[in-house]
Every structure is written in structure tokens, then in C-alpha cells.
């Protein structure tokens, strides 16, 4: 069972000790003592003078009932910026330690023993990375301002994990989490710093399906993400921030994004699947795009960029619309965990009036040394869906990366318009009238069936060719032309979608854990059941994941 952390008070320190009721609810506070300390206290602490709450965390741990358990931080504008930050991380890792240790454990613990010829090039290009970052920061420019804020929520994260855990939860380091927060980034670094390593390359493999759908008469847009990951990152959660950030330290005027939910995962303090809702209006989200052209990685550098997972985030606080927050991105392109992205502004949508001719929807995409980026809101209007599968659309995009190659050599699983998932999005988001049909569509595995989901494959079809993968249903002794189509400890790991209504609050419904197909035909994944149960680590997972939609309430 998972035990609540009963929170003993000291005028300087608190100690978190374990005790025996199961843990539910959490609400903690931050607060700056009169010594300048930031110490956490009970959500019902007395401030006395000279103190200040620099925010509030509540932490509600449903993963055994939903698959998901849930976070919010919201910090006042009474408080510094930097405080701010410090005081958001700090109330993250505290209240989610020993969570934060068991999805290191399962994804990041053995990410040098399974690379050895490339790690220490890994760990030279991080810290040199770094420290280039910092020399740059500057309080008087946004951009530098918003990169310096985020490296202090690493910095009270870090520190809140090291209060936070339980005594038997082993200690982490700092580059701990930042490499936590960075593993997307380093799949793609292991290939340019070692691109002859390709132990660890799963040519063609899937990771995430999205969908953006114009309802008939504009009544309303929906938007939906499908994560597609390794099972071992199935521990996820849902998380709000609240944090009322200035745009610079010479300016008085807070931040678009200053409030933004998104899913994400214990010790990210971003989303790392990449879906979020803004409170500027926007809408945010990716499915990644490979880099075949070995070339290419030549323009990936410690010095002059920033990492994707902290690009993203900036964007999102800075930009006003989809052309800032393109503009924004694009900065200091690191040509790593490359990207569509995906910028819907629900800021310029009214339902039932026509759409304006720009503004609403615009795509980028993302390799090294190069960033594409245009306006498709006619496109949503003519076609009325965007559909992403991690290809990409922009030809030249396509060609320079190797995607035409790869489609010369492979066939139209590479291809825009001919690979499995772009003909189902075509042939099936017709059906969509609501947000349930969403679900549905975006869960969608039929792959015995479909004939789309057909292969030079023995058997002839794979679970990888839906709108939602399951690769753990291919069959071991099975024969497939590239690695992707295979038996993997691989799928999409949950689904989300909000609509123009929902986002109003900044509310998504998601279901966690492997889709169970069309019709709950395929069933749900059970790591007990699994032939991967003693092959992927897997500390504090459910056992089977069979949960249903939930719409979470967000209440601080």
C-alpha cells in the first residue's frame, strides 16, 4: 500500500516520516520564513509576520483505481519569480518523491549501462550544454528570464525529492532529474554524438498519434493526443501549474501561460508526451518525427541551443499565439526529440461562427539545423482534420530528413499519405460527432481485422498499424520486415482529448495504460500476463491496466 507522509513541524525544518494510512489527498504549503527560508507546512499553517506563502501543492494519488494520479501547483504573485519556481518544484518533489525514484528507476536507472560507448559523451555535451545556458541567462530578457526560472524549479524539485523521500527511498542526484527530464532529448543525442551505434534504434517505430477535428457547422473543435511509449514509463501524471510568473524582472506583466494543465510523469516538470492546455488560449501538442540523414546531425551542438524539453516550455509561457509560439520554439533549435508539432489557439474559435481564415491552427515541424512552420488553418477549415503520425508533412522536411529514402527502401509505411495510420485518420474521422466518438477513434486497434493494419508480416498484419499500437500482442516468432512492426514492449499508453468547453477549465478526459482496441476487443494489458513482466522494470505500476475515461476537477 502506499503510505501517506505525515508532515512533523520544526520552526526551520520538516521532517517527513511514514505512517500507516494509505495516502489519498495531499495539500502543502510553501513558505518563506522570516530568515529567508523555504520551509513546507500544512495546508493549514498559521503565516506569522514577516512569512510568505509562496503557493500551495495538492497531490492526489489515484493510479490503482484510474491509472493516473493527479498534481497541482499554484503559487502567488506576492511572491518573487525566482521563489516562485524554487517553491514549485520544491512542493513537487516533496509531495511526489518516492514516486519521482520509482519512474527514474524504471526508465532512466540503466540509460548509460545500456549506451557505454556513447555516456560519457552524453554526460560532456550535458554539462557543457549547461553551463552555456547559464552564462546566457539574463533577467532583463524574456526568453533567458523564462529558461532561468525553469533551471530554478529543477533546482527546488531537486531539493524537494531529497526532503520528501521515504528514509528507505535512495537518494538522487540533481543530473538525476535533469537527465529525467531530458531522456527524450538523449535518444536522439546517443544517435548524433554515436551514429553508428544503432543498438538501440527502432527503425519506423511509432510514438503518438494526434488529432485535431472541426465538428460539423464549427459547433466545436476537438483535439486528442495518443502517447505511444515503452510500457516501463506507465507511470503517469496528470498535472496543473499555476504559477504567476513575470515576463521579465523589469516587467510587471505576468506571462500568457502563466496556468497550464498537461499530462506528464513523476519528476517531469513538463510533459514529455507533449499535450498542453494554456491559459493564453493555446493548445500544444507533438507526435516526433525521425531524422534518417545521418548528415544532419553534424548541426547538433552543446553551444548556441537549448533542449527541446525546455524550448517547449518556454513557448508555452511566452507566446501570445501560435506565430509567437513558433517564433518562440524555434530559438536555439537543438535538433533533438524532433518533433509536429501542433498549435491550436481555442482563443480564436467561437462555436457556430465560421472560423477566421488564420490564426487557429498552424503545424511545425522540427530536425536538426532545420525548423519549418506555416498556417493550416484552411486546411482545418477545407479538410476539417489535422492529423499527426509522426511523419512529416512539409516535403522539404521529408526529403532532407530521409523519410523519402527510408519510403524507397520500406514502402508506404514511411510515406505521408499511404502509411497505416494517415488512410484510417482518412477513412474514420467522418465518424466523429462528439467527444466519446474521439475516444473511440483515437483507441481504435482493430488489427486482425483492418485491413489496413495488413503487412509483409507473418502473421500477415501488425498491432502497430492503428491509430493506438500494441505491440506486445505481435507474436515473438513472428517475421516482420523492420523492427517497429515486431513484438515490443511498445503501444500507446493512454489517450486524451478536450474540446473548446473543457478547455475553458483547462480539463482533458484520458484514459491510461495500453488501449484494449476497438470494442474492447483486445483486452487489457496485464504485466503479470506479459511476457515482459521479468524483462521491463516496472516498480509501482498496477498490475493490469483496465480503467476507464476520467475527467479530473481541478480545485486549488
Known amino acids: 500500500m ?37 520551509t513546507i507546512q500544512p495546508k493549514h499553517y498559521s503565516v506569522k509576520d514577516k512569512e510568505i506563502i509562496i503557493g500551495k501543492g495538492k497531490f492526489i494519488d489515484r493510479i490503482n483505481s484510474t491509472g493516473w494520479a493527479y498534481l497541482e501547483i499554484r503559487t502567488s504573485q506576492k511572491a518573487k519569480d525566482e521563489d516562485q519556481a524554487y517553491g514549485a518544484g520544491y512542493l513537487e518533489g516533496t509531495l511526489t518523491a518516492d514516486l519521482i525514484y520509482s519512474y527514474w528507476f524504471n526508465t532512466a536507472k540503466g540509460y548509460c549501462t545500456d549506451r557505454p560507448n556513447v555516456c560519457q559523451q552524453l554526460k560532456d555535451y550535458m554539462t557543457t550544454n549547461k553551463n552555456w545556458i547559464k552564462s546566457k541567462l539574463n533577467e532583463s530578457d524574456p526568453y533567458w528570464y523564462q529558461v532561468g526560472l525553469y533551471y530554478k524549479q529543477l533546482d527546488g524539485l ?3 525529492y531529497m526532503r520528501g523521500k521515504s528514509p528507505s527511498t535512495p537518494d538522487l542526484t540533481w ?43 464549427n459547433k466545436d473543435i476537438l483535439v486528442s493526443h495518443a502517447t505511444w511509449s515503452g510500457y516501463e514509463t506507465m507511470l503517469r501524471i496528470q498535472k496543473r501549474y499555476s504559477l504567476r510568473f513575470r515576463k521579465s524582472k523589469k ?10 494543465s498537461f499530462s506528464s510523469f513523476p519528476g517531469g516538470i513538463q510533459s514529455g508526451d507533449d499535450f498542453y492546455l494554456i491559459s493564453s488560449g493555446l493548445t500544444t501538442m507533438e507526435t516526433t518525427i525521425e531524422n534518417y540523414n545521418d548528415s544532419l546531425w553534424s548541426n547538433v551542438k552543446p553551444v548556441g541551443q537549448v533542449l527541446e524539453f525546455v524550448r517547449a516550455m518556454v513557448a508555452n509561457r511566452l507566446a501570445d499565439n501560435p506565430t509567437d509560439w513558433a517564433n518562440l520554439f524555434k530559438l536555439h533549435n537543438s535538433g533533438t526529440y524532433n518533433n509536429q508539432w501542433m498549435i491550436l489557439n481555442y482563443a480564436a474559435f467561437q462555436p457556430g461562427s465560421p472560423l477566421p481564415p488564420r490564426d487557429v ?29 509522426n511523419v512529416p508533412y512539409f516535403p522539404f522536411i521529408f ?11 520500406y514502402g508506404s509505411w514511411f510515406s505521408y499519405s499511404e502509411t497505416p495510420r494517415a488512410r484510417i485518420f482518412a477513412r474514420d474521422h467522418v465518424k466523429i460527432h462528439c467527444d466519446k466518438c474521439m475516444l473511440h477513434l483515437m483507441r481504435s486497434n482493430n488489427y486482425t481485422r ?31 520486415p523492420i523492427r517497429a512492426l515486431g513484438h515490443r514492449s511498445h503501444g500507446a499508453t493512454d489517450v486524451k482529448v ?17 488501449t484494449q482496441g476497438s470494442n474492447n476487443s483486445l483486452g487489457p494489458f496485464c504485466w503479470s500476463k506479459s511476457d515482459f513482466n521479468d524483462k521491463v522494470s516496472h516498480l509501482g505500476h498496477p498490475d493490469c491496466f483496465n480503467f476507464k475515461p476520467v475527467l479530473h476537477q481541478w480545485s486549488l
Open 399 to 409: 526529403n532532407v530528413s530521409g523519410n523519402y529514402e527510408m519510403e524507397q527502401i
Open 158 to 160: 531537486y531539493d524537494g
Open 498 to 514: 478536450t474540446s473548446s468547453q473543457l478547455f475553458q477549465q483547462l480539463q482533458f478526459k484520458a484514459i491510461a495504460g495500453p
Open 175 to 217: 543530473d538525476d532529474l535533469y537527465w529525467l527530464n531530458a531522456l527524450d532529448d538523449l535518444g536522439d543525442l546517443s544517435i548524433a554524438l554515436y551514429p553508428s551505434d544503432i543498438s538501440n534504434r527502432v527503425l519506423g517505430s511509432g510514438s503518438c498519434s494526434a488529432l485535431i477535428k472541426l465538428m460539423p457547422d
Open 361 to 389: 491552427l498552424h503545424v511545425l515541424e522540427q530536425i536538426p539545423g532545420h525548423v519549418m512552420h506555416d498556417d493550416f488553418t484552411g486546411h482545418l477549415i477545407n479538410r476539417t482534420y489535422w492529423a499527426s503520425y
Open 450 to 480: 483492418d485491413p489496413e493494419s495488413r503487412c509483409d508480416c507473418s502473421p500477415p498484419y501488425s498491432a502497430e498499424n492503428a491509430i493506438s499500437s500494441r505491440n506486445d500482442l505481435n507474436p515473438a516468432n513472428g517475421t516482420y
Open 2 to 38: 502506499l503510505s501517506i507522509r505525515c508532515i512533523l513541524l520544526s520552526l526551520l525544518f520538516v521532517w517527513a516520516l511514514q505512517c500507516s494510512a494509505t495516502q489519498k489527498n495531499q495539500t502543502l504549503l510553501a513558505v518563506k520564513t522570516d530568515n529567508n527560508r523555504i
Open 251 to 260: 516587467s510587471n506583466k505576468l506571462i500568457r501561460g502563466f496556468d497550464m
